[in-house]
């Protein structure tokens, strides 16, 4: 039996749509990002909870994604983010996704497909105002723009940008992104084109109450109940979805210099009573958390001993009473009045509770559970 799981309450996702609406006012409407398989939360049970509970579309990267959303029966509109390739222009146009454009030939053949097909194709034109990642360049909007009103077929709804550093409230540069936003807007409605959807907020955009007055919003990691940078204002409200469980397999009493793990990186400086939990790095459980993490057992913190391994992870518990097999071990999220966030994960292996929750909620078992319904 896999005693480990990843369990995802729905819940708090629901919760934390509703506190993004409560920040971006109620005009405002929320592109709910739920990329990679929705930040490692599922992406299909995270899409059907916030389609029932009223967001407005979707942002995915994949086209693959999107189809997979549609067989799930989710009927609001979703943006490819990423943009299409050329072969995935007809399948575009016939599930009439919204595409993220940015480049002349694709728009050329998006308009030939969706005249063949007899239909219009929405399109949100990306803006690289400073991300250097997609888009056109702010400079060329203008451009770039003209040259899409000739073509028929397309659906001109709106444009789009992305924050760099939208996760550091005093950094410059998110007024310098929007300042060039702001005039690209102004020039494409000069061109008469509609700008019906105009979105650049992301959650660190959303916190920090910048781009949020366009009327639509783009938040991602916020749906699942982390800021995107630790200490950031306003973060508080918002409930973490994703736990992650296992079971003590082993516990064992060795003596005074006792090496555990491999390359012996750590000795037992009394008595010990080692537990051994069967999560490693296969797990998404870094190997970084080697003589670093904690995990709780007994609704207490004990530390990670040696190296995490393949498939598993020792633990010192000699502080605790009476710790058996089949304990239940939480390595991500809340265990009676503790809890250990992604954040925390994140900062003791230098990366960002994003990669976080995509390593441990891709390689586990997962269940959806919903605290709202009971
Ligand atoms: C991932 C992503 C978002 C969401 O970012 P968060 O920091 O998770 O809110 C928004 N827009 C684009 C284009 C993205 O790639």
Not at 238 to 256: D, E, I, N, Y
Not at 284 to 297: A, C, D, F, P, Q
Request: proline residues 3%.
């Amino acid at each position: 039996m896999i005693e480990n799981k990843v369990i995802v309450d729905l819940g708090a996702i629901r919760h934390n749509l509703f506190e993004i609406k409560r920040l971006a006012g109620s005009q405002s409407r929320v592109i709910a990002v739920i990329k990679s398989d929705a930040y490692g939360h599922g992406m299909i049970a995270v899409g059907q909870t916030l389609e029932s509970s009223g967001v407005d579309s979707f942002g995915v990267f994949e086209l693959e994604e999107a189809l997979d959303l549609r067989k799930a029966h989710c009927r609001i509109p979703i943006l490819l983010m990423k943009g299409i390739t050329a072969d995935e222009v007809s399948a575009a146009v016939e599930k009439r996704l919204t595409v993220a454009l940015f480049q002349q030939d694709i728009a050329e053949k998006l308009s030939g497909a969706a005249l063949k097909q007899g239909t219009v194709t929405p399109v949100h034109v990306k803006i690289d105002t400073g991300m250097g990642r997609l888009g056109v360049p702010w400079e060329d909007a203008s451009d770039f723009l003209q040259g899409l009103l000739s073509l028929n077929g397309l659906l001109l709804e709106g444009i789009f940008s992305h924050c760099a550093v939208a996760d550091e409230p005093d950094h410059p540069f998110t007024d310098e992104q929007i300042g060039r936003f702001l005039q690209v807007v102004k020039k494409t409605k000069q061109l008469g084109v509609c700008t019906d959807a105009v979105h650049l907020a992301n959650s660190g955009a959303l916190l920090a109450r910048k781009g949020i007055d366009l009327g639509m919003v783009r938040p991602g990691i916020l749906l699942y109940g982390s800021p995107p940078a630790e200490g950031l204002a306003g973060a508080d409200s918002f409930k973490p979805a994703m736990t992650f469980k296992s079971r003590v397999t082993q516990v064992k009493k060795v003596p005074a210099d006792t090496p555990i793990s491999y390359g012996c990186t750590y000795r037992t400086r009394s008595t010990s009573t080692i537990a051994t939990v069967p999560v490693g790095y296969d797990d998404g459980y870094s190997r970084m958390l080697s003589n670093k993490g904690e995990v709780l057992i007994h609704g207490r913190r004990v530390p990670i001993v040696g190296r995490v391994c393949m498939n598993l992870t020792m633990v010192d518990v000699s502080s605790l009473d009476g710790v058996s097999v089949g304990d239940e071990v939480v390595l991500l999220g809340a265990q009676g009045k503790e809890r250990i966030t992604a954040e925390e994960l994140a900062r003791r292996i230098g990366t960002i509770s994003y990669e976080v929750y995509c390593m441990i909620g891709k390689n586990n078992r997962r269940v959806h559970v919903d605290s709202q319904k009971r």
